[in-house]
Protein backbone atom coordinates (compact mmCIF):
# COMPACT_ATOMS: atom_id res chain seq x y z
CA UNK A 1 0.00 0.00 0.00
CA UNK A 2 1.44 3.15 -0.94
CA UNK A 3 2.83 5.80 2.20
CA UNK A 4 1.43 9.02 0.30
CA UNK A 5 2.84 12.34 1.91
CA UNK A 6 -0.32 14.90 2.40
CA UNK A 7 0.78 18.31 0.86
CA UNK A 8 4.18 17.02 2.24
CA UNK A 9 4.39 15.65 6.16
CA UNK A 10 1.81 18.08 7.29
CA UNK A 11 1.35 16.62 10.30
CA UNK A 12 5.01 17.84 11.11
CA UNK A 13 5.76 20.64 9.46
CA UNK A 14 3.97 23.87 7.87
CA UNK A 15 1.82 22.07 4.69
CA UNK A 16 3.16 22.96 0.91
CA UNK A 17 6.53 23.84 1.80
CA UNK A 18 9.96 22.67 1.10
CA UNK A 19 10.53 21.66 4.84
CA UNK A 20 6.97 19.67 4.70
CA UNK A 21 8.46 18.00 1.34
CA UNK A 22 11.57 17.33 2.62
CA UNK A 23 10.57 15.62 6.15
CA UNK A 24 8.31 13.44 3.61
CA UNK A 25 11.25 12.00 1.62
CA UNK A 26 13.08 11.46 5.22
CA UNK A 27 9.92 8.99 6.52
CA UNK A 28 10.02 6.79 3.80
CA UNK A 29 6.79 8.00 1.20
CA UNK A 30 6.36 6.58 -2.05
CA UNK A 31 4.88 9.55 -3.23
CA UNK A 32 3.94 13.18 -2.09
CA UNK A 33 0.59 15.07 -2.95
CA UNK A 34 0.72 18.81 -3.57
CA UNK A 35 -1.77 21.69 -4.68
CA UNK A 36 -1.10 23.98 -7.70
CA UNK A 37 -2.46 27.64 -8.21
CA UNK A 38 -1.40 29.76 -10.52
CA UNK A 39 -0.42 33.32 -9.93
CA UNK A 40 -1.95 36.47 -12.67
CA UNK A 41 2.32 36.87 -12.85
CA UNK A 42 1.96 33.61 -14.76
CA UNK A 43 3.83 31.28 -11.88
CA UNK A 44 3.40 27.87 -10.67
CA UNK A 45 3.47 28.34 -6.61
CA UNK A 46 2.01 24.93 -4.11
CA UNK A 47 -0.49 25.96 -2.08
CA UNK A 48 -3.66 24.48 -0.75
CA UNK A 49 -6.31 27.19 -0.17
CA UNK A 50 -7.61 30.02 -2.59
CA UNK A 51 -6.43 32.28 -0.27
CA UNK A 52 -3.17 32.85 1.48
CA UNK A 53 -5.02 33.09 4.91
CA UNK A 54 -4.60 30.07 6.64
CA UNK A 55 -1.42 28.96 6.09
CA UNK A 56 0.47 32.37 5.47
CA UNK A 57 0.52 35.87 7.73
CA UNK A 58 -0.66 37.35 4.50
CA UNK A 59 -4.53 38.04 3.40
CA UNK A 60 -5.83 37.77 0.04
CA UNK A 61 -6.34 35.73 -3.23
CA UNK A 62 -3.58 33.66 -4.53
CA UNK A 63 -4.57 34.05 -8.03
CA UNK A 64 -4.48 38.21 -7.47
CA UNK A 65 -1.30 37.83 -5.99
CA UNK A 66 2.02 38.67 -7.80
CA UNK A 67 5.23 36.39 -7.50
CA UNK A 68 6.95 38.71 -5.69
CA UNK A 69 3.95 39.23 -3.01
CA UNK A 70 3.76 35.42 -2.56
CA UNK A 71 7.43 35.60 -1.79
CA UNK A 72 7.13 38.29 0.65
CA UNK A 73 4.66 35.63 3.23
CA UNK A 74 5.68 33.64 6.14
CA UNK A 75 3.82 29.75 5.24
CA UNK A 76 5.10 28.66 8.81
CA UNK A 77 8.70 28.49 10.39
CA UNK A 78 10.00 31.26 8.22
CA UNK A 79 9.26 28.99 5.20
CA UNK A 80 8.19 30.42 1.79
CA UNK A 81 5.49 29.18 -0.08
CA UNK A 82 7.24 27.30 -2.79
CA UNK A 83 6.95 27.53 -6.72
CA UNK A 84 6.22 23.72 -8.81
CA UNK A 85 9.82 24.35 -9.94
CA UNK A 86 11.09 24.40 -6.70
CA UNK A 87 9.37 21.21 -5.66
CA UNK A 88 10.21 19.64 -8.45
CA UNK A 89 14.05 20.53 -7.94
CA UNK A 90 14.00 19.12 -4.23
CA UNK A 91 12.18 16.03 -5.00
CA UNK A 92 14.24 15.33 -8.30
CA UNK A 93 12.77 11.72 -9.25
CA UNK A 94 13.08 9.80 -5.34
CA UNK A 95 9.44 9.27 -5.36
CA UNK A 96 6.62 10.36 -8.17
CA UNK A 97 4.54 13.83 -7.24
CA UNK A 98 0.99 13.71 -6.62
CA UNK A 99 -0.18 17.51 -8.43
CA UNK A 100 -3.52 18.08 -7.83
CA UNK A 101 -4.93 21.29 -9.82
CA UNK A 102 -6.79 23.90 -7.19
CA UNK A 103 -6.84 26.77 -9.15
CA UNK A 104 -8.65 27.28 -12.95
CA UNK A 105 -6.43 27.27 -15.86
CA UNK A 106 -3.99 25.02 -14.36
CA UNK A 107 -3.80 22.27 -16.41
CA UNK A 108 -1.86 24.38 -19.48
CA UNK A 109 0.96 25.53 -17.24
CA UNK A 110 1.25 22.11 -15.15
CA UNK A 111 0.96 20.21 -18.44
CA UNK A 112 4.08 22.61 -20.09
CA UNK A 113 5.79 22.37 -16.93
CA UNK A 114 5.50 18.43 -16.92
CA UNK A 115 7.23 18.35 -20.58
CA UNK A 116 9.80 20.74 -19.72
CA UNK A 117 11.08 18.09 -17.38
CA UNK A 118 10.46 15.30 -19.51
CA UNK A 119 12.45 16.74 -22.75
CA UNK A 120 15.32 18.12 -20.45
CA UNK A 121 16.18 17.05 -17.59
CA UNK A 122 15.13 13.06 -17.93
CA UNK A 123 11.70 12.09 -16.10
CA UNK A 124 9.49 10.28 -16.58
CA UNK A 125 5.66 9.58 -17.31
CA UNK A 126 5.44 7.92 -14.30
CA UNK A 127 7.15 10.32 -12.33
CA UNK A 128 3.99 12.19 -11.59
CA UNK A 129 0.25 11.71 -11.55
CA UNK A 130 -1.75 14.57 -11.71
CA UNK A 131 -5.60 15.07 -9.45
CA UNK A 132 -8.31 17.19 -9.06
CA UNK A 133 -11.80 17.74 -7.87
CA UNK A 134 -12.60 20.04 -10.91
CA UNK A 135 -13.26 17.08 -13.53
CA UNK A 136 -13.04 19.53 -16.37
CA UNK A 137 -9.68 20.89 -15.69
CA UNK A 138 -8.55 16.96 -15.45
CA UNK A 139 -9.85 16.32 -18.60
CA UNK A 140 -8.31 19.53 -19.97
CA UNK A 141 -5.16 18.46 -18.46
CA UNK A 142 -5.55 14.50 -19.73
CA UNK A 143 -6.17 15.95 -23.32
CA UNK A 144 -3.46 17.78 -23.15
CA UNK A 145 -0.43 15.23 -21.94
CA UNK A 146 -2.71 11.83 -22.62
CA UNK A 147 0.57 10.00 -21.79
CA UNK A 148 0.24 11.17 -17.82
CA UNK A 149 -1.46 8.96 -15.07
CA UNK A 150 -4.63 11.35 -13.49
CA UNK A 151 -6.42 10.63 -10.47
CA UNK A 152 -10.28 11.76 -10.30
CA UNK A 153 -10.90 13.34 -6.70
CA UNK A 154 -14.21 12.98 -5.47
CA UNK A 155 -16.37 13.67 -2.56
CA UNK A 156 -19.56 11.18 -1.54
CA UNK A 157 -20.44 8.36 -3.52
CA UNK A 158 -22.03 8.44 -7.30
CA UNK A 159 -24.41 6.51 -8.24
CA UNK A 160 -22.24 4.60 -10.96
CA UNK A 161 -19.18 4.06 -8.44
CA UNK A 162 -16.13 4.38 -9.93
CA UNK A 163 -17.99 4.93 -13.42
CA UNK A 164 -16.86 8.15 -13.75
CA UNK A 165 -13.26 7.81 -13.31
CA UNK A 166 -13.20 5.21 -15.63
CA UNK A 167 -15.10 7.48 -18.46
CA UNK A 168 -12.14 10.15 -17.49
CA UNK A 169 -9.44 7.83 -18.51
CA UNK A 170 -8.00 7.84 -14.62
CA UNK A 171 -5.34 5.83 -13.49
CA UNK A 172 -6.95 6.73 -9.53
CA UNK A 173 -10.33 7.13 -7.73
CA UNK A 174 -9.01 9.10 -4.99
CA UNK A 175 -12.18 9.19 -2.38
CA UNK A 176 -12.23 10.52 1.04
CA UNK A 177 -12.46 8.44 4.07
CA UNK A 178 -15.49 9.17 5.13
CA UNK A 179 -17.57 7.65 2.19
CA UNK A 180 -15.09 4.45 1.25
CA UNK A 181 -16.74 1.20 1.53
CA UNK A 182 -16.28 -2.42 0.18
CA UNK A 183 -18.75 -1.53 -2.47
CA UNK A 184 -16.54 1.45 -3.80
CA UNK A 185 -13.47 -0.16 -3.84
CA UNK A 186 -14.09 -3.56 -5.35
CA UNK A 187 -16.37 -1.84 -8.19
CA UNK A 188 -12.87 0.82 -8.93
CA UNK A 189 -10.34 -2.19 -8.97
CA UNK A 190 -12.80 -4.21 -11.39
CA UNK A 191 -12.64 -1.22 -13.34
CA UNK A 192 -8.69 -1.24 -13.07
CA UNK A 193 -7.97 2.17 -11.42
CA UNK A 194 -6.16 2.29 -8.32
CA UNK A 195 -7.78 3.15 -5.04
CA UNK A 196 -6.39 5.98 -3.00
CA UNK A 197 -7.80 7.14 -0.25
CA UNK A 198 -7.57 10.90 1.59
CA UNK A 199 -6.99 11.79 4.57
CA UNK A 200 -6.30 8.84 7.27
CA UNK A 201 -4.32 9.56 10.22
CA UNK A 202 -5.64 7.52 12.62
CA UNK A 203 -4.00 3.62 13.51
CA UNK A 204 -7.48 2.25 13.57
CA UNK A 205 -8.78 3.89 9.98
CA UNK A 206 -5.35 2.75 8.44
CA UNK A 207 -6.17 -0.72 9.66
CA UNK A 208 -9.28 -0.45 8.15
CA UNK A 209 -8.00 1.07 4.96
CA UNK A 210 -5.77 -2.28 4.68
CA UNK A 211 -8.86 -4.57 5.51
CA UNK A 212 -10.88 -2.94 2.77
CA UNK A 213 -8.06 -3.84 0.03
CA UNK A 214 -7.02 -0.30 -0.77
CA UNK A 215 -3.73 1.02 -2.88
CA UNK A 216 -2.62 3.75 -1.27
CA UNK A 217 -3.36 6.13 1.71
CA UNK A 218 -2.93 10.13 1.60
CA UNK A 219 -1.64 11.05 5.49
CA UNK A 220 -0.11 13.83 6.97
CA UNK A 221 1.89 11.44 9.19
CA UNK A 222 3.11 9.07 6.56
CA UNK A 223 5.14 7.37 9.27
CA UNK A 224 1.83 5.81 10.57
CA UNK A 225 1.03 3.88 7.82
Known sequence: MLKIGHRGAMGYEPENTLASFKKALNLGVDMVELDVYVLKTGELVVIHDDRVDRTTNGQGYVADKTFAEIRSLDAGKGEKIPTLNEVFNLIDRKVPINIELKGAGTAGPVAKLIGEYISEHGWTNDDFLVSSFNHR?????????????????????????????????????????????????????????????????????????????????????????
Not at 186 to 203: F, I, Q, S, W
Request: aromatic content about 10%.
Open 137 to 225: ELKKFKDLKPTIRIGALITGIPIGYAEFAQKLGAYSLNPSLEFISQEYVDDAHKRGLKVLVYTVNEKDDIKKMMELGVDGLFSNYPDRI
